[in-house]
């Protein structure tokens, strides 16, 4: 495990001790666990400040302030370094939140942030809320890739789950193999969205038939660079079916997603389980269907659908879009434990957005999966073996 002392100069130092030695994570870390860097108390993380921005923002009523707030929190989690080691801020933060964010960073660890927090608050009682827990910012992802974990970015092989303007990315198939290919990949499958959800233009038959038409004209002039493959993110229907007919699955790779009911409270492991056993399906996308500071996701019993995913080997996704980050780390512990197996995911609906499957890496280090339960790292051959019908 990696902790930290404080050197002459101020600066974390690393060092390592055993996990039965540890003691828990400082506060602010929401849950990451133990293989991430703890800073000195006097430091205050991106996360903790994020927070504390948010914190702040829900304590003022709908207006400029408050919109502003938000996008400073927003701009802090998201920047790729800690605040604290660094002396400009990012250029995201609005103008008018620039003072209430160097008065918050300038405080000497938590408990000093809640009393400056407390100065500053608006009129109105923060609610807090669950659905900003066990998310990595972007500095934290930056430290898990960069502290020699056993799982390098630069060794992924496959790029999954990526959507073109067929559905509801903004640029060409083309665009983003090509993207892909810079990026490193040697095969990738594209998902775009099936008619099933509606808020989304997503592929009839016509369509998965014209771009399986140009995934075959980019394999053969560029497939010995990337070999591309046609998949779909399904919807799953209320009664665990999919959107996809039987008969339409043929030389396909479903990925199942659940788009819709995500705030019903009520237990939703039947509709899983389902969905796991439709044939065909190759990987459960975003299976928790959180998103940040939104919505904590579905309700299940995760035991009893990891169970059936390893059972029927199912993938589970572990989505590195940073507003969803799903699996989340405790759950993904579960699933690691229960002996499934992973597609690392950057959900990406353009060029840039590719890179989020290093977020993924980085949840992956975190919780510890085994490089040979990844499919990314593994060649096409393998990682699609006795997946593709037809």
Avoid: K
């Avoid at 496959?158 to 810079?182: K, P, V």
């Avoid at 940073?322 to 690691?336: C, E, H, I, K, Y």
Wanted: overall charge positive.
């Amino acid at each position: 495990m990696l902790h930290d002392t404080t050197g002459a100069a101020g600066e974390p130092e690393l060092h390592r001790t055993s996990a039965a030695g540890a003691s828990a994570p400082a506060a602010g870390r929401r849950g990451l666990g133990r293989a991430a860097i703890r800073y000195p108390a006097a430091v205050v993380r991106n996360g903790q400040l994020a927070e504390a921005l948010f914190s702040l923002a829900e304590s003022h009523p709908p207006g400029e302030l408050r919109l502003a707030l938000v996008r400073a929190a927003y701009a802090v989690f998201d920047c790729p370094r800690e605040l604290a080691t660094v002396t400009r801020v990012p250029d995201t933060i609005p103008l008018e939140a620039l003072p209430t964010v160097a008065m918050l960073r300038a405080a000497r660890g938590e408990d000093a942030l809640q009393a400056a927090v407390q100065r500053l608050r608006g009129p109105l009682l923060p609610r807090g809320t669950p659905t900003r827990e066990g998310f990595l910012t972007a500095a934290e992802v930056g430290e898990l890739l960069g502290l020699g974990a056993p799982l390098d970015p630069r060794h992924l092989r496959g790029a999954c789950h990526f959507h073109t303007q067929a559905s509801d990315g903004t640029t060409s198939l083309e665009a983003m193999a090509r993207a892909a290919l810079r990026r490193g990949a040697s095969w990738a499958v594209v998902t775009d969205h099936t008619r099933g959800l509606a808020c989304v233009n997503g592929l009839d038959a016509e369509g998965v038939a014209l771009q399986r038409q140009r995934i075959a004209s980019w394999n053969r002039r560029r497939g010995d660079e990337l070999w591309l493959v046609q998949g779909l993110e399904a919807e799953i229907l209320p009664d665990g079916t999919l959107d996809v007919p039987r008969r339409a699955r043929d030389g396909v790779l479903l990925v199942a997603a659940i788009h819709t009911e995500l705030g019903d409270r009520r237990d939703q492991t039947a509709r899983l389980v389902r969905a796991l056993a439709e044939p065909g399906v190759w990987a459960l996308a975003h299976p928790q269907g959180r998103l940040f500071s939104r919505r904590s996701g579905l309700r299940a019993n995760w035991e009893v659908v990891f169970r059936e995913a390893a059972g029927r080997d199912v993938l589970l996704e572990i989505n590195g879009f940073p507003r969803r980050q799903d699996l989340g780390p405790s759950l993904l512990a579960v699933a690691v434990a229960t002996g499934c197996r992973f597609l690392l995911a950057s959900d990406a609906h353009h060029p840039r957005h590719l890179s989020f499957d290093a977020t993924a890496v980085a949840m992956a280090s975190l919780a510890r999966v085994p490089e040979a339960r990844i499919v990314n790292f593994q060649m096409v051959e393998t990682a699609l073996a006795n997946r593709l019908v037809g």
